[in-house]
């Protein structure tokens, strides 16, 4: 079945620093790709939706200078978290669209900012 | 009102018990709905879609009613394996999942 790498699974930092997080899709071609949120005992929240070669589009809400979404390929989005803080301390997951509504997951990666 | 509602639980049963799991939304328009399967801080996967004929597969069986704005999964035979968190997902028209809080199953031996 279609994967996404999701890397890294998990990271700490210092306050202030960035953060980049990568989203492959290995065996297909994705056209879309979500960035998702999800803090303790809470639901997935929908925080962008990243399309190729074009401007991500950002849920209400979510700062686009904060939460930089580049979709440079059709295999790969990135996610940098800018001049992170602990409150954006979170379990960060991206899925991948290929085409049609099945959304294939990554494995997620836990940000703890310090 | 949040778009997908569920209540998150905790749901203790016993091996073999029967477990229903109840979703609402609040956009009529919504179009495709699903039961997603969450284990702890993994990603969501997808478990089953939800039709309005209603959908078996093994034991586990969903059902929509459209007109109610209601979703509901239903677990037969708990196994110790479907402690996991569901979520209750419905596409808007724009193609974005909007996901529900989650619930959460613990089923004990």
């Known amino acids: 079945g279609a994967v996404v790498s999701q890397h890294p699974s998990r990271v700490i930092c210092k306050s202030g620093t960035s953060v980049k997080i990568e989203c492959r899709s290995l065996?297909?071609?994705?056209?879309?790709m979500f960035w998702y949120r999800q803090f303790p005992k809470k639901s997935l929240m929908l925080m962008a939706t990243?399309?190729?070669?074009?401007?991500?589009?950002?849920e209400q809400g979510v700062e686009k200078d904060k939460f930089l979404i580049n979709h440079a390929s059709l295999t790969l989005s990135t996610l940098t978290v800018t001049s992170a803080h602990p409150e954006d301390s979170s379990f960060y997951i991206c899925?991948?669209?290929?085409?049609?509504?099945?959304?294939?997951f990554g494995s997620g990666t836990q940000l703890s900012v310090l | 009102r949040k778009e997908v509602e569920q209540d998150p639980g905790p749901f203790n049963v016993p091996e073999g018990a029967t477990v229903a799991f109840n979703c609402t939304y609040s956009?009529?328009?919504?179009?495709?709905f699903f039961w997603y399967r969450q284990d702890c801080r993994k990603e969501p996967k997808l478990l089953m879609s939800?039709?309005?004929s209603g959908n078996e597969d093994g034991r586990f069986t969903a059902q929509l009613n459209r007109a109610s704005q209601y979703i509901s999964l239903l677990i037969r035979d708990s196994k110790l394996s479907d402690s996991a968190t569901y979520l209750c997902?419905?596409?808007?028209?724009?193609?974005?999942?909007?996901f529900g809080q989650g619930t959460t199953l613990q089923v004990k031996p």
């Open positions: 990243s399309n190729e070669g074009s401007k991500a589009t950002y």
């Open positions: 997902v419905v596409t808007v028209n724009t193609g974005k999942l909007i």
């Open positions: 065996d297909f071609q994705a056209t879309t």
């Open positions: 956009n009529s328009a919504s179009q495709s």
């Open positions: 899925s991948a669209q290929a085409g049609g509504e099945k959304l294939f």
């Open positions: 939800v039709y309005s």
